[in-house]
């Protein structure tokens, strides 16, 4: 049974800084990538970065690169998002998912949560001003 348990949200000044863990269990994720998600009240589920597993190789959000890192420890199969700079507009439960993608076929491709495979129950990120 594949679980992936989200961890590392809370409450977050602007300006601050938060580390989510996804850890991910119940199967061999080598061909999968792992993808970090958002859904703020009242608003779609929005994508934010995405890793593969087998090589690292990494996509973010536009409008999110430069404050967002993904990461991922093989070892311990835990996909990590560092979020730095927080705004108020951040506010959002975060998700990640797992997507199974070949080796040849570009992550940025996997930017729809429609195609994700397997997702967590999410963690709430709350940035205040």
């Known amino acids: 049974q594949v679980q992936l348990v989200e961890s590392g949200g809370g409450l977050v000044q602007a300006g601050g800084s938060l580390r989510l863990s996804c850890a991910a269990s119940?199967?061999?994720?080598?061909?999968?990538?792992m993808g970090w998600f958002r859904q703020a009240p009242g608003k779609e589920r929005e994508f934010v970065a995405i890793?593969?597993?087998?090589?690292?190789?990494?996509y973010y959000a536009d409008s999110l690169k430069g404050r967002f890192t993904i990461s991922r420890d093989n070892a311990k199969n835990t996909v990590y998002l560092q979020m730095n700079s927080l705004k108020p507009e951040d506010t959002a439960v975060y998700y990640c998912?797992?997507?199974?993608?070949?080796?040849?076929?570009?992550?940025?491709?996997?930017?729809?949560?429609?195609?994700?495979?397997?997702w967590g129950q999410g963690t709430q990120v709350t940035v205040s001003s």
């Open positions: 998912a797992a997507v199974w993608l070949s080796w040849n076929t570009a992550v940025g491709s996997r930017t729809n949560p429609r195609e994700y495979n397997y």
């Open positions: 119940g199967r061999t994720f080598s061909n999968y990538a």
């Open positions: 890793i593969r597993w087998s090589d690292g190789v990494t």
